[in-house]
């Protein structure tokens, strides 16, 4: 159908009939652009395969402190590097082989836990459990790399020579959320809707983050039911197969172990580093209640969630307003984790911004990622120090990436929101 509208335009510019070929492109051709993706594919590998030699721990040093986790996580502060793989291996006893959320407690959603333990129980010692799960995460960046590519080469490419790659790859397991997050996308861009709610689901018990995705999406498919585009049963079934994905997911572990199961979310509705705008703009002080702060964090983020939902009934694209709204999201968020940022990127990848606003994510990241290392490093050689800079260098550098972050949001939003509504009268001048 593409090819034939291409051919129409074609002859409808030029006043002469089409001189491509009914088959399309010549074989050679067709050959070098599904070849085209082995490019981003070594880029990927390159800098999932730098961060690996980066962490990996000498086998010597690790015969020597076997058992001393502390020794681990100083070796890696003095080169600079860190990677929750490590330290979660050591906090959950992986090497005793547990099973998730029944011998052990994770402060991850489902998906998380059994990657992680599986990990673990195919595999004897750290090093081998490293290089397992560093490479099921390659497995992931090619995942996401090749479901980037079947839509936007550009998408593809800007992935791949994202930098921050080289230190957020490997440390944590969000490539394996982003993988299933970008699953769904792609389904969602191809109309498979069935398929686009069970992945979008599989990576929100992943990572969580994949949810603002989910729900735009359930609101867009909505939003088409009352046009008329799809039936309303469609969205009965985008329902029923979110349902059924969660509740084969969590179900299990909810009846072996609730407490266990529940711990995730107990763990995140205590945690507050008190690193949010909220913070920053003395609407909350060091002094204010958890209760208080969860709540108005709450009230915060349904209304951000409310505004999306009422710009896509409006007509908005749900990829473009997840993604502006996971941005405001991080800004507002009580902990804040540098990885993060990788996800803000893919948000920011999919919704097709401009580069300069993919730039200004990765730099933020780089910066976010280069700070927490630094206050690593002076922790284990001067602690002093690492106190001193976090109290005064340490602010500042956060309301600095808070500020870019939100500029980038603000204007990413503002330029998508005027493209949207220019789009038809461009589109009719062109024709």
């Known amino acids: 159908m593409a090819l034939q509208e291409s051919r129409a335009r074609e002859e409808l510019l030029t006043g002469a009939p089409s001189t491509r070929r009914p088959g399309g492109l010549a074989p050679w051709t067709r050959a070098a652009r599904r070849l085209g ?5 070594l880029l990927c590998t390159a800098q999932v395969a730098f961060n690996y030699l980066r962490l990996d721990l000498p086998a010597s040093f690790v015969a020597r402190h076997r058992s001393d986790p502390r020794a681990y996580h100083l070796f890696l502060a003095s080169h600079f590097a860190y990677s929750d793989l490590y330290t979660l291996f050591w906090h ?19 998906v998380l836990g ?23 995460l390659w497995a992931c960046a090619l995942g996401c790399v090749w479901c980037l590519w079947a839509v936007s080469k550009r998408a593809a490419w800007a992935f791949a020579l994202s930098p921050l790659l080289l230190v957020f790859s490997l440390l944590n397991w969000d490539l394996v959320g982003i993988l299933f997050m970008l699953l769904g996308w792609r389904a969602w861009r191809r109309d498979r809707y069935l398929l686009s709610a069970l992945f979008l689901t599989i990576g929100t018990f992943a990572k969580l983050y994949p949810i603002f995705l989910l729900f735009f999406c359930f609101v867009a498919l909505a939003r088409r039911a009352q046009q008329g585009r799809v039936a ?23 009846f072996i172990d609730e407490r266990r ?34 709540d108005l964090w709450a009230a915060l983020v349904l209304a951000l969630v409310a505004v999306g939902a009422l710009l896509i009934w409006r007509g908005s694209d749900a990829t473009k307003v ?9 800004a507002l968020q009580k ?13 920011a990848v999919i919704a097709e911004w401009d580069g300069w606003a ?68 461009l589109l009719h001048a062109r024709s």
């Open 37 to 41: 993706i082995l490019g981003p594919m």
């Open 114 to 136: 059994l990657y992680m333990t599986a990990a673990a129980g195919l595999t004897t010692g750290v090093k081998a459990y490293f290089l397992l799960s560093s490479i099921g």
């Open 335 to 347: 902990v804040y984790s540098p990885q993060y940022l990788l996800w803000a990127f893919v948000f």
């Open 358 to 425: 993919l730039a200004a994510i990765s730099l933020v990241g780089l910066a976010g990622y280069s700070s927490a290392a630094l206050l690593e490093y002076l922790g284990a050689h001067s602690p002093l120090t690492a106190i001193w800079y976090a109290r005064n260098v340490k602010p500042l550098e956060r309301d600095l990436r808070l500020s870019l972050l939100l500029a980038t949001g603000t204007v990413a939003a503002m330029k998508g929101r005027v493209r949207e509504r220019f789009r038809p009268v």
């Open 232 to 254: 309303w049963a469609v969205l009965g079934r985008f329902l029923a197969v979110a349902a059924a994905a969660g509740a084969m997911l969590n179900l299990p572990f909810v």
């Open 322 to 330: 997840a993604a502006v709204s996971f941005v405001f999201f991080l």
């Open 261 to 294: 199961w529940a711990y995730f979310y107990v763990f995140n509705e205590e945690r507050n580093q008190r690193v949010s705008v909220l913070y920053w703009w003395h609407i909350l002080t060091a002094h204010s209640s958890a209760v208080l702060a969860n």
């Open 92 to 110: 959950h006893h992986l090497y005793r082989h547990p099973l998730p959320y029944i011998d052990i407690r994770i402060e991850y959603p489902v």
